[in-house]
């Protein structure tokens, strides 16, 4: 595979999902010339010749794509929840770095809070997310923004709830907390500036059908 006029950028977020998409970046063509994960450069060159991966924020990579800084992007879907997803198209569900988006509380919450969910008291860095789910429910509560250590609030008796991701329910159990509520599945997505769409439509629907069969290859053989 060798794109000869078009210069491709895929934005790939740091951390967990870099290591869970490399596998199917080098069977689709398109693996970087050195280990991603362990490596401090942020930009790299592909076993593709005009076709680069660039690793950002994970919260950024839907900006990346938006305003053209790059074409294709593999985020999580709990990203692409929280955002109004203009300016990109979500093109394949990769199936890798899954867990639940799950609302949670203490495992020995007072009945009457239980009961008495419109006064309810929301910990999050999901809030776009959570106040959506909430108002589909007719239900109100009051969403405390956070951007770390989500499962302090409980504990320090600043929210009564929280919504956060949870793959194996560990965390949420050491720190006295029961998962409620299952409020979204979460994977690794591809997505693609519209305008990249227009002008590079083979090139970028190449790569992604590759990565639609990596990923499904590799789900078969799980």
């Not at 998409?21 to 401090?40: F, I, N």
């Not at 956070?146 to 560990?170: F, H, K, N, T, W």
């Not at 439509?201 to 639609?212: F, Q, W």
């Amino acid at each position: 595979m060798e794109f000869q006029n078009d210069r491709i950028a895929i934005a790939v977020s740091k951390g967990r999902i870099t290591q869970a998409v490399q596998p199917l970046l080098e069977a689709a063509g398109v693996g970087p010339l050195s280990d991603m994960y362990k490596s401090r450069s942020l930009v790299f060159e592909t076993r593709t010749p005009n076709v680069e991966l660039i690793v950002v924020r994970s919260t950024d990579v839907p900006t990346y794509v938006r305003q053209g800084g790059a074409d294709l992007g593999i985020v999580g879907k709990d990203v692409l929840l929280e955002l109004d997803g203009e300016g990109y198209y979500e093109l394949v569900d990769l199936g890798v770095s899954r867990c639940e988006l799950v609302l949670a509380e203490k495992q020995n919450i007072d009945e009457r809070l239980q009961n008495a969910e419109r006064k309810a008291r929301i910990a999050t860095k999901y809030a776009n997310t959570t106040r959506r789910h909430f108002a589909e429910k007719g239900v109100y509560v009051e969403v405390i923004k956070l951007y770390g250590s989500v499962e302090l609030a409980p504990l320090c008796d600043m929210a009564d709830r929280i919504v956060d991701l949870s793959q194996s329910g560990e965390t949420l159990r050491s720190n006295g907390l029961k998962k409620v509520e299952t409020i979204a599945s979460i994977s690794a997505r591809l997505i693609a500036n519209k305008a990249s769409m227009r002008l590079k439509e083979k090139a970028l629907k190449s790569i992604a059908r590759n990565l639609e069969s990596a990923a499904r290859e590799q789900a078969s053989g799980a």
